[in-house]
């Protein structure tokens, strides 16, 4: 198989860890890779994920994946759901990190494959942590998140040079006891905010906003099931938002979409509208 000469590194500094494409390219047994899936469709799986899912002797996965995603790895791999779901948990994430643990040392490629991204709410982080206080292997294959998923199936850009300078991500859902998050850094009307896993919250996650400054008249959008078949978006404003998700009668997963671009989305669907009539 050709492989193009690669440029020579410079030579590491003390103490720091570097991976070149060779690295990246065996999946070697006893070690383990966390995949994401991306926020639904097949289609949007990186090249690397398929490669993978190729060559796993098992399969951990989430929740609520496209039966063709699991259908990649191979017939005698074992499949294993352990994913989560808000408030309902199919295993303790100690559990888990422990089976990743326990398959690795059997001498097994072990994929946790992931909705979303690994790294981002899909605690990914504690994985590897335990993954490299038991001395396994780890490698992480990025996907998709919803939230750039959705923007890019719905015409909803995240930043706009007229509407948003900046986009944060957070999720409404919390360790029990946790404390609240300083809604006064996402006040501000030239930002985005994504929540995920927020839907229970969106009552809580209003008035909050609402308390420390947002207007009221703020564009919000509700996305649900993005990327899938069954894919959902609804508008409204900020202060009406938990009446919206009730009378739409919205279900998990789903994101939140708060700030102007939505008004960008809006537009562009009444475009689009206007060019199928005419």
Excluded at 192 to 214: D, F, K, N, P, W
């Amino acid at each position: 198989m050709y492989r193009p000469a690669l440029p020579t590194l410079p030579p590491t500094p003390a103490g720091s860890i570097i991976s070149t494409p060779q690295d990246r390219q065996v999946f070697a047994p006893g070690s383990v890779c966390l995949v994401g899936a991306g926020p639904g469709d097949p289609d949007l799986l990186t090249l690397r994920a398929v490669q993978r899912l190729g060559e796993a002797d098992v399969l951990l996965y989430d929740h609520l994946l496209d039966p063709q995603i699991l259908r990649l790895a191979p017939p005698q791999a074992s499949r294993i759901c352990v994913g989560k779901r808000a408030s309902r948990h199919t295993l303790p994430q100690a559990d888990i990190n422990q089976l990743l643990i326990d398959f690795a040392r059997n001498g097994q490629r072990v994929v946790r494959l992931k909705g979303g991204d690994p790294l981002l709410f899909g605690r990914g982080g504690e994985e590897m942590l335990a993954l490299a206080q038991a001395g396994i292997p780890c490698e992480v294959v990025p996907g998709i998140s919803a939230a750039l998923g959705a923007a890019a199936a719905l015409g909803l850009p995240l930043t706009h040079r007229d509407h948003a300078q900046g986009c944060s991500l957070v999720t409404g859902h919390r360790r029990q006891g946790e404390q609240q998050l300083d809604w006064t850094l996402y006040s501000q009307p030239g930002q985005t905010l994504v929540v995920y896993m927020g839907l229970g919250e969106a009552a809580r996650i209003a008035s909050q906003l609402l308390a420390h400054g947002r207007d009221p008249a703020t564009p919000v959008a509700v996305v649900e099931k993005a990327c899938s078949p069954t894919q959902r978006c609804v508008c409204g404003q900020l202060d009406q938002l938990s009446q919206l998700i009730s009378q739409q009668e919205i279900s998990s997963p789903a994101l939140l979409v708060i700030g102007n671009v939505v008004l960008l989305h809006q537009q562009l669907q009444a475009l689009r509208q206007q060019a199928q009539i005419s």
